[in-house]
């Protein structure tokens, strides 16, 4: 509905502008919003206020001149009105918002769905270090990344998911030594244990596990933390992917730090920055001028020990994505990487990079609670919960959905007491029982003969009650909300919106314990009809909803 109030709302400048009434300008951002009083009408627009600069004229005067010069070829506006200082209020025709059903009705799981669009977009998330379980920031990281993939690629882009496995390096190499520690400490409890080695069972198990397949101790000890680090990573990154799966996040690419080595293309990545001009030798160390592009300081790319940075394999990783012709990349990283940001586009603009290119959204730490206290340590790991131990405690559903129901950028509390109850104060149960509900009606309807057809557009006419409008109205956002979460990379949009849904559609469904002519199966058949017809279409964008959420809707609760 936003998208063709937006065109009138363009025709009906342009058209002012061609009759000389308003400046032949570009038109300016403006928004279109949904009143909170609805006494001021259906939507709302400020075009005026964004104008008033331009026209050096006040808004009310110009948003006058629009209403006087609307355009509807679509005859969707029963009236438009000026209201407080230069806002134009639109109010929509009935038959518009009865078409919305039949739209629903038609178009079924498409409903909502964007036109296929050229660009390429990549989307890298998760990205762990096969060094370890995944956490809960890493799980959070991966709700986020992977619903904005599904709504994303629902919007009509092509999308490519990919994780990066950061299989070279320092922290694999810790890994191999931790392991081959804890075997040693088996017999020799005094076995020295690497300063930042990884902690936790896992370790000891990773180890007993290449134990089995070979005499891991009987081999000369670099030779053995070799095995023990390739072992262990490659055990880590299938325990990764197995998790991932189970969580329901699924990836098109992953691609190896180490890749970029072999190929000699970190090489020549380096290489092209030096015949640039950016990069230099200082103390022994090579560096590389960030600074010139927006950086507050230079980087250090190789350090004076001859080993590479972990920032220079990254720069040659997102000259990587580009020179796959992707048209944008974005990164979902942890909050802790807020610094990193900078560096890296810095690096993107001396290669000539729009800054544009690269989004990078920051995952905010979750603390999960328990009878109001919270937990942080996992027997497992020696520091964190994991991710699995989370699925298996809530299960799937409850994971994915409570992850997202805050912005990425804010800290997330994860109540366990409150996801394990059965009512309204759980946000997925809340949502999903909606759905559940609607298939519970629909079957009661079919059990008793009453059904419905696409054909049936006149009994639509029979929706009146204001409850029912409300619905229909919210129903009608999910189109503009996909759109919008495409544009502002913010899939935790979708819960706060299928909450609303599911919370307008219980109080329709209560209404009926009060006033039994409000019911939606009632002695009038052609009213119940109608009634069924419009909460299917509440079902099937909850349902389309929640796969994008990668959450189920079940039928039965």
Same mark, same amino acid.
């Given at each position: 509905?936003?998208?063709?109030?937006?065109?009138?709302?363009?025709?009906?400048?342009?058209?002012?502008?061609?009759?000389?009434?308003?400046?032949?300008?570009?038109?300016?951002?403006?928004?279109?919003?949904?009143?909170?009083?609805?006494?001021?009408?259906?939507?709302?627009?400020?075009?005026?206020?964004?104008?008033?600069?331009?026209?050096?004229?006040? %808004?009310?005067?110009?948003?006058?001149?629009?209403?006087?010069?609307?355009?509807?070829?679509?005859?969707?506006?029963?009236?438009?009105?000026?209201?407080?200082?230069?806002?134009?209020?639109?109010?929509?025709?009935?038959?518009?918002?009865?078409?919305?059903?039949?739209?629903?009705?038609?178009?079924?799981?498409?409903?909502?769905?964007?036109?296929?669009?050229?660009?390429?977009?990549?989307?890298?998330?998760?990205?762990?270090?096969?060094?370890?379980?995944?956490?809960?920031?890493?799980?959070?990281?991966?709700?986020?990344?992977?619903?904005?993939?599904?709504?994303?690629?629902?919007?009509?882009?092509?999308?490519?998911?990919?994780?990066?496995?950061?299989?070279?390096?320092?922290?694999?190499?810790?890994?191999?030594?931790?392991?081959?520690?804890?075997?040693?400490?088996?017999? !020799?409890?005094?076995?020295?244990?690497?300063?930042?080695?990884?902690?936790?069972?896992?370790?000891?198990?990773?180890?007993?596990?290449?134990?089995?397949?070979?005499?891991?101790?009987?081999?000369? !000890?670099?030779?053995?933390?070799?095995?023990?680090?390739?072992?262990?990573? !490659?055990?880590?990154?299938?325990?990764?992917?197995?998790?991932?799966?189970?969580?329901?996040?699924?990836?098109?690419?992953?691609?190896?730090?180490?890749?970029?080595?072999?190929?000699?293309?970190?090489?020549?990545?380096?290489?092209?920055?030096?015949?640039?001009?950016?990069?230099?030798?200082?103390?022994?160390?090579?560096?590389?001028?960030?600074?010139?592009?927006?950086?507050?300081?230079?980087?250090?790319?190789?350090?004076?020990?001859?080993?590479?940075?972990?920032?220079?394999?990254?720069?040659?990783?997102?000259?990587?994505?580009?020179?796959?012709?992707?048209?944008?990349?974005?990164?979902?990283?942890?909050?802790?990487?807020?610094?990193?940001?900078?560096?890296?586009?810095?690096?993107?603009?001396?290669?000539?990079?729009?800054?544009?290119?690269?989004?990078?959204?920051?995952?905010?730490?979750?603390?999960?609670?328990?009878?109001?206290?919270?937990?942080?340590?996992?027997?497992?790991?020696?520091?964190?919960?994991?991710?699995?131990?989370?699925?298996?405690?809530?299960?799937?559903?409850?994971?994915?959905?409570?992850?997202?129901?805050?912005?990425?950028?804010? %800290?997330?509390?994860?109540?366990?007491?409150?996801?394990?109850?059965?009512?309204?104060?759980?946000?997925?149960?809340?949502?999903?029982?909606?759905?559940?509900?609607?298939?519970?009606?629909?079957?009661?309807?079919?059990?008793?003969?009453?059904?419905?057809?696409?054909?049936?557009?006149?009994?639509?006419?029979?929706?009146?009650?204001?409850?029912?409008?409300?619905?229909?109205?919210?129903?009608?956002?999910?189109?503009?909300?996909?759109?919008?979460?495409?544009?502002?990379?913010?899939?935790?949009?979708?819960?706060?919106?299928?909450?609303?849904?599911?919370?307008?559609?219980?109080?329709?469904?209560?209404?009926?314990?009060?006033?039994?002519?409000?019911?939606?199966?009632?002695?009038?058949?052609?009213?119940?009809?109608?009634?069924?017809?419009?909460?299917?279409?509440?079902?099937?964008?909850?349902?389309?909803?929640?796969?994008?959420?990668?959450?189920?809707? %079940?039928?039965?609760?």
């Amino acid at each position: 509905m936003k998208e063709v109030l937006r065109e009138v709302i363009l025709n009906s400048l342009k058209t002012a502008q061609s009759r000389g009434i308003l400046t032949d300008a570009s038109i300016p951002d403006f928004s279109i919003e949904v009143p909170a009083n609805p006494e001021h009408g259906h939507y709302a627009t400020n075009l005026a206020f964004k104008l008033a600069p331009i026209e050096k004229d006040s %808004p009310k005067r110009i948003a006058e001149t629009l209403m006087d010069n609307i355009i509807d070829p679509e005859g969707i506006i029963d009236r438009v009105e000026v209201a407080g200082p230069g806002f134009v209020n639109f109010f929509i025709k009935r038959d518009a918002w009865l078409e919305v059903i039949s739209r629903i009705l038609k178009e079924r799981d498409e409903y909502g769905k964007g036109t296929l669009k050229r660009e390429k977009i990549l989307i890298e998330y998760v990205s762990a270090n096969p060094t370890g379980p995944l956490h809960l920031g890493h799980g959070r990281g991966a709700a986020v990344g992977d619903t904005l993939s599904r709504i994303m690629r629902f919007g009509g882009y092509n999308i490519t998911r990919e994780f990066y496995i950061n299989d070279a390096g320092r922290q694999v190499r810790l890994l191999g030594e931790s392991i081959y520690s804890r075997l040693r400490q088996m017999n !020799e409890p005094d076995y020295p244990f690497p300063e930042d080695g990884y902690h936790g069972e896992y370790i000891l198990d990773l180890g007993k596990n290449i134990s089995r397949e070979m005499d891991i101790l009987d081999m000369p !000890e670099q030779r053995a933390i070799d095995v023990c680090m390739e072992k262990g990573m !490659e055990s880590m990154l299938s325990q990764i992917k197995e998790d991932l799966h189970s969580f329901g996040c699924e990836f098109d690419v992953w691609f190896s730090e180490r890749a970029l080595y072999s190929s000699g293309e970190f090489q020549r990545t380096i290489e092209d920055l030096r015949n640039k001009g950016y990069v230099y030798e200082k103390d022994g160390a090579l560096w590389i001028r960030t600074s010139s592009f927006g950086d507050d300081k230079d980087r250090v790319i190789r350090k004076s020990n001859g080993d590479f940075t972990y920032f220079a394999s990254d720069i040659s990783y997102h000259i990587n994505k580009w020179r796959r012709g992707f048209s944008k990349a974005i990164n979902i990283w942890g909050a802790d990487h807020h610094g990193y940001i900078n560096r890296v586009k810095a690096v993107l603009r001396a290669n000539g990079l729009s800054e544009d290119w690269l989004s990078v959204l920051l995952v905010q730490l979750v603390k999960l609670w328990e009878n109001g206290k919270e937990i942080k340590m996992s027997k497992r790991t020696g520091q964190y919960v994991t991710l699995r131990e989370l699925m298996n405690e809530v299960g799937r559903d409850a994971v994915r959905f409570v992850f997202l129901t805050k912005s990425h950028d804010s %800290p997330l509390d994860f109540d366990l007491n409150l996801v394990k109850k059965k009512d309204t104060e759980n946000p997925v149960y809340y949502v999903q029982y909606a759905h559940a509900r609607i298939c519970s009606i629909m079957r009661k309807a079919s059990t008793q003969g009453i059904d419905y057809n696409d054909n049936h557009r006149k009994l639509l006419e029979l929706i009146k009650l204001d409850e029912e409008m409300a619905i229909i109205r919210q129903l009608a956002e999910f189109p503009d909300l996909i759109m919008d979460i495409c544009n502002c990379l913010e899939p935790h949009r979708l819960t706060y919106y299928l909450q609303e849904l599911a919370s307008v559609f219980h109080r329709y469904f209560n209404l009926g314990n009060t006033y039994p002519d409000k019911r939606v199966i009632t002695d009038d058949r052609d009213l119940t009809m109608s009634r069924l017809m419009l909460i299917e279409a509440v079902r099937l964008v909850l349902k389309r909803g929640l796969e994008l959420l990668g959450v189920s809707a %079940p039928e039965k609760m």
